[in-house]
């Protein structure tokens, strides 16, 4: 059975033809906060990350329920005729389709663009892709870690200079890139609600790296020179970065003139308070070596519980460092709703990532999970006008594909 939807999309219908993350991230986006999102699968396998294991629960791979939670499933083969037609029928329904394939494979399969506004006008038609569709690069393919490289990430990222280059931990254009995919289609649907047009959305990984490099970009612009990596600290302020304590690390930020003369008279330094190097942010910037290795020998003379209670009682910004699983037991963490737990036929409970954006009015919710494998195909297709006998016929000649 159908999970009910809530949220400020509801009502709309996302056909999600993606795979892997930034087209996933795009349509679960969309899921959460109300949007009927149809995951469409190939028949050979599926996803791809149905076979990114492990880890997994009870078999299920841990990193598909994670994309795909909140949606329906079905299984098309898009090369068989009776697979198009299907794939018609359902975009005649859609408000959106979302696909993150090389440029011109969806107008190779019959499919693409042009071909499906005929059908349905108002379709709005989200593509992400590597590099964008259009360009000198927009026939080559694009990975997460290609796309770091490319925008300038892995150059500002890391300890210092001469350091092999190191990515950002988590696939941050991948998921950037399908954040702004789903920013790109509520725009457009507010379109299509006023003048009845759809259009197309473009976006890529290469896009959502540079939109990232907002300060190393503007120092660029204005200096003429690329900056570096400098560890955690910030390019035009400090101290803002993680220092170690007595038991671990912290971070500081205390970044504007308040929170530093604040920060002074917390460590109780008669000399740092009267050192002329550090009186101000452009002092503080250009002698930023010295002032760490003072703050250092500051910090490992407490405990990183120790540091917070005092710096917080005087108002400056400071957090510790947290695992990935201490930040999901984090109270602020919970309060938010951001580790849900759905039910899962065969997994069973499972924690997943919560909706980041929270609407007064109108709430989403994460309130299903993943499917099975072409576990709602017959659902779907039912609901196309599809007779029981025409869906079994279509299952035996590999045109779909049902649990």
């Known amino acids: 059975m159908t999970a009910e939807r809530s949220g400020p999309l509801k009502g709309m219908r996302v056909i999600d033809l993606s795979h892997v993350m930034a087209g996933p991230v795009c349509g679960l986006m969309l899921a959460d906060m109300g949007a009927d999102v149809i995951k469409v699968e190939k028949l050979e396998g599926g996803d791809d990350t149905r076979r990114m294991l492990p880890p997994d629960i009870n078999g299920e791979p841990a ?47 019959g499919v693409g663009y042009e071909t499906l506004k005929e059908i349905n006008p108002g379709l709005i038609y989200c593509e992400i892709s590597g590099f964008g569709r259009t360009g000198p690069l927009a ?25 092999e280059p190191v990515k950002v931990g988590a696939p941050v254009t991948d998921i ?13 649907y507010i379109h299509k609600l006023k003048t009845g047009e759809g259009q197309r959305v473009d976006t890529s ?13 503007a120092i660029a612009f204005a200096t ?17 970065q ?13 970044s504007n003139q308040r929170t530093w003369l604040k920060l002074v008279e917390v460590l109780d330094d008669a000399e740092l308070a009267a050192d002329p190097r550090f009186k101000d942010n452009a002092g503080r910037m250009g002698n930023l070596p010295a002032l760490v290795e003072v703050l ?40 938010r709703e951001m580790v849900p737990e759905v039910e899962h036929p065969v997994a069973g409970k499972v924690q997943t990532i919560g909706l980041p954006v929270k609407f007064s009015k109108t709430p989403g919710k994460v309130a299903a999970p993943a499917p099975l494998f072409g576990q709602h195909t017959r659902e779907v297709l039912a609901e196309l006008g599809y007779s029981s006998d025409e869906i079994e016929k279509l299952i035996a000649e590999r045109a779909v594909a049902a649990a």
């Open 63 to 109: 990193a598909f329920m994670m994309m795909n939670r909140n949606k329906r499933g079905i299984a098309l083969d898009l090369k068989h005729p009776r697979g198009k037609e299907v794939l018609k029928r359902l975009v005649a329904t859609a408000d959106v389709l979302i696909e993150n394939y090389r440029r011109d494979t969806m107008e190779r399969l």
């Open 139 to 163: 026939d080559q393919g694009g990975f997460d870690l290609v796309a770091q490289g490319m925008s300038g990430l892995m150059s500002i990222t890391g300890e210092g200079p001469g350091r």
């Open 176 to 188: 950037t890139a399908g954040i702004l995919g789903a920013m790109g289609v509520c725009a457009a």
């Open 205 to 217: 990984l290469f896009e959502a790296g540079i939109t990232h490099t907002y300060w190393q970009s």
């Open 224 to 240: 003429g020179v690329s900056p570096g990596p400098m560890g955690s600290a910030h390019p035009l302020s400090a101290p803002y």
């Open 242 to 254: 993680a220092f170690p304590t007595k038991d671990g690390w912290i971070n500081l930020g205390a």
């Open 296 to 335: 250092t020998k500051h910090f490992k003379k407490r405990t990183t519980a120790e540091w917070l209670a005092l710096l917080e009682r005087a108002g400056v910004p400071a957090g510790p460092v947290l695992s990935i699983r201490e930040m999901h037991a984090h109270p602020q963490t919970i309060a």
